[in-house]
């Protein structure tokens, strides 16, 4: 396993929609290993296999927040959302692609994602309260969209600056 590089928004990569997975073998396996640790190390609740630059449909996660509660790392790959809740919630989301920022995003409460597992078999699950933004704001990755296109464009054009600013300080760094 190994700890990979998370692109800092603004990245072509991360405006591009993601392949579907055709095959699982080890390449794919070991991405999914090294997104899991790199998550958990960076530390997050979700990871996109396109934050890591491979624009393939996958995702990782792992919302347990709660002291004693064992960790849950879920690899959900082709993941799909085949139903939605009409109530919506707010969450004040962030992103490893975009360090250091937050902002509101109402999203529907519940979701019901049907995807395959690591192992090829087919799952299906319905997510509520941070499973549910998490898996909504991950599969928005896979389509090449980010939390701050829900903000007003001024909004987002701000935390676009910050990140420009910040990536040119690591550069330099
Ligand atoms: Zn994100």
Excluded at 8 to 14: A, E, F, K, Q, V
Excluded at 139 to 162: A, E, N, V
Aim: hydrophobic fraction near 40%.
């Amino acid at each position: 396993m190994a700890l990979r590089d998370i692109l800092i928004h603004p990245d072509p990569r991360l405006k591009t929609p993601a392949k579907p997975v055709e095959t699982i073998d080890d390449g794919l396996r070991t991405l999914a290993q090294d997104m899991l640790q790199t998550m958990y190390a960076a530390p997050g609740i979700g990871l996109a296999a396109p934050q890591v630059g491979q624009l393939v449909r996958m995702l990782v996660m792992d919302c347990v927040k709660e002291e004693g509660v064992p960790p849950r790392p879920m690899i959900l790959i082709n993941p799909r959302i085949t139903w939605s809740s009409d109530a919506l919630s707010t969450y004040e989301e962030g992103c490893l692609s975009i360090p250091e920022q937050y902002a509101d995003v109402e999203r529907p409460a519940e979701v019901e994602v049907a995807w395959t597992t690591i192992e090829g078999t087919e799952a299906s699950e319905r997510f509520d309260g941070l499973w549910s933004t998490c898996v909504q704001h991950e599969i928005d990755h896979l389509d090449g969209k980010l939390f701050i296109d829900y903000l007003k464009p001024l909004k987002r054009q701000m935390i676009t600056r910050k990140m420009v600013k910040l990536k040119r300080e690591r550069a330099r760094a």
